[in-house]
């Protein structure tokens, strides 16, 4: 009697429907909805502030590296300055360029 199971599965399945379209709340599934919704916007808030910092963090690096290559651009020309002129002859080019300016 396969034709009777098959009817018997379907009379459980719709009585189990039913029954749980009845225990639903709509007002309930709205508001855990909502909930939801809240959670994934403090998360991209969360997300965009973390951004943020470290654009900042960033920027605040970029500045002071900037300032350490005039700090050591300024030191290798002082010690270039107090190189002897017979002694510039012994440097050696960089990158095509000698560390002498012309």
């Known amino acids: ?3 009777m199971s098959g009817r018997m ?3 459980v399945k719709a009585k189990i429907s039913k029954l749980l379209d009845r225990a639903e709340d709509p ?3 709205l508001e ?3 909930q939801k919704q ?3 916007l403090q998360n991209v808030k969360k997300g965009i502030a973390d ?3 470290s654009k900042k963090r960033l920027q605040l690096q970029e500045e002071k590296l900037r ?3 005039v700090k050591l651009d300024t030191q290798a020309r002082q010690a270039l300055a107090k190189v002897p002129l017979d002694s510039s002859s ?3 080019p960089v990158g095509g360029r000698h560390l002498m300016p012309p």
């Open 51 to 53: 951004v943020v910092t």
């Open 9 to 11: 599965s379907t009379i």
């Open 27 to 29: 007002g309930e599934t």
């Open 32 to 34: 855990y909805s909502y």
């Open 38 to 40: 809240i959670e994934l």
């Open 90 to 92: 012994i440097l050696m």
């Open 1 to 3: 009697m396969p034709g």
């Open 67 to 69: 300032q350490q290559v």
